[in-house]
């Protein structure tokens, strides 16, 4: 009896090597771990586009799309050519190469450069349309990147201080640094695209004329800092 129980026991274990070592086993075990891999990198690219879906509603709720802004700028530009009014319309962009060094980190973080974008995007959006004026039209134009805001009757001076103030304000809260320019209807132009044209340069020459700077310091070692442009505006 014994020696039957002991022979038994043999036979099972080595059934149990015999089945462990089967090849079609090992193909059944690679692919459960397969199918679980591939579930979790789902799993996480479906958070992510959930996130950028999220971010992404919540800055067209606080930013109009350009395109579907063209007939109210318009009609406030004719209602300002028609009595005398003044108005100011401001391009406001990301200066990307001044920001280049603050931004390396944001995509390490989020493990995602798109989402990263997106989330820079709703910060500077959401800035915009709290602070500005309720009759502002703060419009974002994808196409080119930047931001479009039409001022009714607001004058060249005063729409540049207030710009200035905003730019200031993006940089200490997100530190992202921007660069506007200006045009005044009707001295800058009489019609739509000459005013984007006309502040679209000045923004440039803004760049232009205020090039990020060098610390010395840094500079021995391979490193160079930039400084905000609204120190030009102080």
Same mark, same amino acid.
């Given at each position: 009896m014994r020696h039957s129980i002991e022979l038994l026991q043999t036979a099972r274990q080595s059934a149990g090597n015999d089945f462990i070592l089967e090849p079609w086993l090992l193909v059944i075990i690679l692919a459960c771990l397969t199918s679980f891999l591939l579930g979790l990198l789902w799993q996480r690219h479906r958070n992510g586009a959930r996130t950028a879906k999220s971010l992404q509603a919540g800055w067209h709720r606080a930013i109009l799309p350009y395109g579907k802004s063209l007939t109210r700028m318009i009609a406030e530009l004719e209602r300002a050519r028609r009595y005398h009014r003044t108005?100011?319309?401001?391009?406001? #962009?990301?200066?990307?190469? #001044?920001?280049?060094?603050? $931004? $390396?980190?944001?995509?390490?973080?989020?493990?995602?450069?798109?989402?990263?974008?997106?989330?820079?995007?709703? &910060?500077?959006?959401?800035?915009? @349309?709290?602070?500005?004026?309720?009759?502002? &039209?703060?419009?974002?134009?994808?196409?080119?990147? @930047?931001?479009?805001?039409?001022?009714?009757?607001?004058?060249?001076?005063?729409?540049?201080?207030?710009?200035?103030? &905003?730019? @200031?304000?993006?940089?200490? $809260?997100?530190?992202?640094?921007? @660069? /506007?320019?200006?045009?005044? /209807?009707?001295?800058?132009? &009489?019609i739509l695209p000459d005013l984007v044209a006309r502040a679209h340069a000045r923004s440039q020459r803004k760049a232009a004329e205020h090039p990020p700077q060098i610390d010395a310091a840094k500079t021995n070692q391979g490193v160079q800092r930039t400084e905000p442009l609204v120190s030009s505006l102080k």
């Open positions: 108005l100011t319309l401001t391009v406001l #962009v990301v200066d990307y190469e #001044v920001n280049k060094p603050k $931004r $390396r980190g944001l995509p390490t973080v989020l493990g995602d450069a798109g989402l990263a974008s997106q989330l820079l995007l709703s &910060l500077v959006s959401s800035l915009l @349309r709290e602070n500005m004026r309720s009759s502002d &039209l703060v419009t974002y134009n994808a196409t080119d990147d @930047r931001y479009i805001i039409l001022s009714p009757e607001s004058s060249l001076a005063s729409a540049e201080q207030a710009v200035a103030r &905003l730019q @200031r304000l993006i940089s200490n $809260r997100t530190k992202i640094t921007m @660069r /506007f320019g200006v045009a005044e /209807f009707p001295a800058d132009g &009489l």
